[in-house]
């Protein structure tokens, strides 16, 4: 008959329940430490990177009153990537630099 399958057709969805804390395991002390650098060249990386715009990479968290910033494997893998090609010198100037426009009246 025609049409006799369309009833027995079924799309099967599967449910996951991830951990996004188990995702977004690494704090800025860890994720310097595992590089091997400071935590603010650390996030000089970050920021030159713009990991906190990446939601791959990045995801804050409220628990209680307190906000969480943490970062995923994905994170540490471009930022590992990023230290064997980039400048270290360069990147810490362009953040220094960022820094103090964002800081001063009228900047960003």
């Given at each position: ?8 057709t079924h799309?099967?969805t ?11 395991s ?28 990446d939601?791959?990479s ?22 590992q ?19 103090a ?7 960003r």
């Amino acid at each position: 008959m025609v049409g006799e399958n369309d009833d027995r057709t079924h799309e099967a969805t599967l449910v996951r329940e991830v951990n996004l804390l188990d995702r977004y395991s690494m704090g800025l002390q860890r994720l310097a430490k595992t590089l091997g650098i400071t935590q603010p060249r650390a996030i000089a990386l970050v920021h030159h990177l713009k990991l906190r715009e990446d939601e791959a990479s990045y995801r804050e968290f409220r628990i209680g009153g307190i906000l969480h910033k943490r970062y995923s494997s994905k994170a540490l893998e471009q930022l590992q990537q990023a230290m064997t090609s980039l400048d270290s010198a360069d990147v810490w100037q362009e953040y220094r630099t960022d820094l103090a426009t964002r800081r001063k009246p009228g900047g960003r």
